[in-house]
C-alpha cells in the first residue's frame, strides 16, 4: 500500500514540479470548496482509529458519518478498541460502531460551504452563494424538521460530500418573531410559567408568560428552546 502511493506521489510530482506532497494535508474548509471544483487528482483521506474524537468525519460501508461519541477502551485481557455512537449524514440515522484501536480508517471528505437561503419555489428551498450568485435547491424531503426554524436571509452551511449536499446546518440561535399565542394567556404578565407562541415560520416554541404577539425572540435551533426576548 504504502510502495503503491509513493510511486503515485513519484509520477504526480514529475509531472507536475510545483506539487508538493505537503499541500495534502492542513486544509480548511474554505480551501477544501476550492479544491471540489479545481482539483486534477482525488485525495486519499485516512486516519487511525486512535485519532477518533468528537465531530470527526469518517467513511463507513461507503457512506459519510459524524462521530457523536467515543471511548477508548483499554480491557485486562484482548485488544484494545474504540467504541463510538456515529451518525449517517444522508438519513440521520444513529448505529454503535467499535472499531479495534490502531487500525486505518478513511476519513470522510465533508466539508461546509456558507449559503443564505433565498425563497421557497415549490417543494426546494433554494439558498444561494453570495459571491458567485450560485443557486443550489435542496428538496424538502431531504431536509427533516429543521425547516421550521429556517427564515429568508438566514445564513446557514451546506455539508458537501463527493460533490453533493448531503446536510445543511442552521445558525445556533435563531431571530424569529411570534405570530400568535393561546388567547387565554396573550398578555399576562404573571412571574413564572410559559405558553406555547407560533412564530413566523410555523414552529411552536414555549415562552414566558410576558412575551407577546409581534415580539421578536431567540432560539435555540439545537434544543427548539426560547433563549431570551430582542
Partial sequence: MA???????????ISSPSYKPSSLHGLSFQSQSV?????????IYALSSNDIKVGTSIEVDGAPWRVLEFLHVKPGK???????????YVNGSTVERT?????????????????????KDGSQFVFMDLSSYEETRLNESDMGDKTKW????????LLYWKDKVIDFELPITAQLKIVDVDPGLRGDTAQGGTKPATLETGAVVN???FVNVGE????????GTYMSRV
Avoid at 107 to 112: D, G, H, I, L, Q
Avoid at 216 to 223: A, S
Fill in 3 to 13: 510502495a503503491t502511493w509513493t510511486s503515485f506521489v513519484t509520477s504526480l510530482c
Fill in 35 to 43: 479544491t471540489r471544483r479545481n482539483s486534477f487528482f482525488t485525495r
Fill in 78 to 88: 484482548g485488544a484494545a478498541f474504540v467504541r463510538t455512537k456515529i451518525r449517517n
Fill in 99 to 119: 472499531f479495534r484501536a490502531g487500525i486505518t480508517i478513511e476519513e470522510a471528505n465533508v466539508f461546509k460551504e456558507t449559503k443564505q437561503f433565498t425563497y
Fill in 150 to 157: 429556517l427564515k429568508e436571509g438566514m445564513d446557514c452551511n
Fill in 207 to 209: 415562552v414566558p408568560l
Fill in 216 to 223: 421578536d425572540i431567540m432560539v435555540d435551533t439545537r434544543t
